[in-house]
T-cell receptor, first 116, second 110 residues
Framework: DAGVIQSPRHEVTEMGQEVTLRCKPISGHDYLFWYRQTMMRGLELLIY????????DSGMPEDRFSAKMPNASFSTLKIQPSEPRDSAVYFC??????????????FGPGTRLTVL | TQLLEQSPQFLSIQEGENLTVYCNSS?????LQWYRQEPGEGPVLLVT?????EVKKLKRLTFQFGDARKDSSLHITAAQPGDTGLYLCAGSNTGNQFYFGTGTSLTVIP
């Protein structure tokens, strides 16, 4: 299994530009999570999906952020317009409905976003 | 909002030494997880504890969940350079939404 795949691995953009981060979860996993990691705030849950349906988006910082999951094998996190304070590492994670290890999430390698 | 505080924030020790990392909260959690994250990678789950007072061992790593399920500790015996990384605790009451701690960055010097 290839694990959770994220693209791009690195993104540098200018303030005001639209940014789209992509995630392919592990096949067969029912849950997908988007996290943001910064030195100041640590690892924060932004939104999670169950069977492609958004369940809790209370962690999304503001309306500039949006996430979609059009099918079981693909999700996007979009920032429009981007701002320098959005600079962070964004992680996608997935987990199966039933897990041998209680609620184990499998994280992707992350996308390091820099907004100039 | 950070509900989990970890200490120390940074730790640098010599190979072969023992160490303990702490994870504390004012909130009660039904489960608590420990992760290790290496540079340029996502966190990897080490263990999940769900019962107050529970102790789990993973080779040289010993994890304990506090009796009141508000705190946890990670003890590493005879640390090795391969233990270097960022250790994160994460608590949950729903099984889906996990609140991550502030992290402890461990460096083991050969």
């Amino acid at each position: 299994d290839a694990g959770v795949i994220q693209s791009p691995r690195h993104e540098v953009t200018e303030m005001g530009q639209e940014v789209t981060l992509r995630c392919k979860p592990i096949s067969g996993h029912d849950y997908l999570f988007w996290y943001r990691q910064t030195m100041m705030r640590g690892l924060e849950l932004l939104i999670y999906f169950n069977n492609n349906v958004p369940i809790d988006d209370s962690g999304m910082p503001e309306d500039r952020f949006s996430a979609k999951m059009p099918n079981a094998s693909f999700s996007t996190l979009k920032i429009q317009p981007s701002e320098p304070r959005d600079s962070a590492v964004y992680f996608c994670a997935s987990r199966p409905k039933l897990s041998n290890s209680y609620n184990e999430q499998f994280f992707g390698p992350g996308t390091r976003l820099t907004v100039l | 909002t950070q509900l989990l505080e970890q200490s120390p924030q940074f730790l640098s020790i010599q190979e072969g030494e023992n160490l303990t990392v702490y994870c504390n909260s004012s909130s009660v959690f039904s489960s608590l997880q420990w992760y290790r994250q290496e540079p340029g990678e996502g966190p990897v789950l080490l263990v999940t504890v769900v019962t107050g007072g529970e102790v789990k061992k993973l080779k040289r790593l010993t994890f304990q969940f506090g009796d009141a399920r508000k705190d946890s500790s990670l003890h590493i015996t005879a640390a090795q350079p391969g233990d270097t990384g960022l250790y994160l605790c994460a608590g949950s009451n729903t099984g889906n939404q996990f609140y991550f701690g502030t992290g402890t960055s461990l460096t083991v010097i050969p």
